[in-house]
């Protein structure tokens, strides 16, 4: 294990030990993991394991990369987002395909537009602060 580094040193002393129990094949993998980044296993998992908590804990900066959870967070509003707009597209079908069925109006046109222009209003305030969130 020669030329294998330890963690950078830190402000307050770590003196504080625990233990952690891999298999055989985690363990393979923190080892050639740590192997990569030059340093030792020890180093390499509490190192790990406080980002992992930072990103967990502490609020993301603008111009950090996202994370799995930010990404899942997002996939889970573009959906709603997503359905929302088929409710009304649905809607403003039905509405037009009755109208050209009978040549006269038929619903609640003014309510149908206005579901419409308030969901189209919700992703366009969502895209602008996503927008926003992600300037450096």
């Known amino acids: 294990m020669v030329g294998r580094a330890r963690r950078s040193h830190a402000a307050a002393k770590r003196d504080i030990h625990r233990r952690v129990r891999y298999t055989p094949d985690e363990l393979a993998l923190v080892e050639q993991a740590s192997a990569a980044a030059g340093l030792e296993p020890g180093a390499f998992a509490a190192s790990a394991a406080?980002?992992?908590?930072?990103?967990?804990?502490?609020?993301?900066?603008?111009t950090a990369p996202r994370t799995g959870a930010d990404v899942q967070a997002l996939r889970a509003e573009v959906r709603e987002l997503r359905r929302l707009l088929g409710l009304a597209g649905g809607?403003?079908?039905?509405?037009?395909?009755?109208?050209?069925?009978?040549?006269?109006?038929?619903?609640?046109?003014?309510?149908?537009?206005?579901?419409?222009?308030?969901v189209v209003a919700r992703i366009d305030d969502w895209l602008m602060t996503r927008l926003r969130e992600d300037r450096p």
């Open 91 to 118: 809607n403003l079908n039905q509405i037009a395909a009755r109208a050209n069925a009978t040549g006269e109006p038929v619903g609640d046109i003014a309510a149908a537009l206005s579901f419409t222009r308030r």
């Open 50 to 62: 406080v980002a992992a908590a930072k990103a967990r804990v502490l609020p993301r900066p603008p």
